[in-house]
């Protein structure tokens, strides 16, 4: 199974970006589909995660500014950015847990200028 995550790119204080992240190859029983950045010379963080029964959970400097969705099949999982700030300018990756694996994107860049 592979995550190629896309819709990373070049942004406006202010404007928006909607980032992809699908799954390739057999994926079943998904338990939490996430979204993590890592700006240069940080920790990486959780953005955002989604439960296959839809209960979501936001890191506190996106809450209200970014919604996350995932599709029925739970092999595609979205990011929806607005209002976006020079601070959320990172490397943005997608992870998918299910029982017995962890499988990690390779990661979109998402540059946010002032």
């Known amino acids: 199974v592979q995550l190629q995550a896309s819709g990373g790119g070049l942004a406006q204080t202010g404007g928006s970006l909607r980032l992809s992240c699908a799954a390739s190859g057999d994926i079943s029983n998904v338990i939490v589909m996430s979204w993590y950045r890592q700006a240069p010379g940080q920790e990486r963080e959780l953005v955002a995660a989604?439960?296959?029964?839809?209960?979501?959970k936001y890191g506190d400097s996106v809450k209200g500014r970014f919604t996350i969705s995932r599709n029925n099949a739970n092999d595609n999982v979205f990011l929806q950015m607005n209002n976006l700030k020079p601070e959320d300018t990172a490397v943005y990756s997608c992870?998918?847990?299910?029982?017995?694996?962890?499988?990690w994107g390779q990661g979109t860049l998402v540059t946010v200028s002032s």
């Open positions: 992870r998918f847990v299910g029982g017995d694996y962890d499988y």
């Open positions: 989604i439960t296959s029964s839809d209960s979501t």
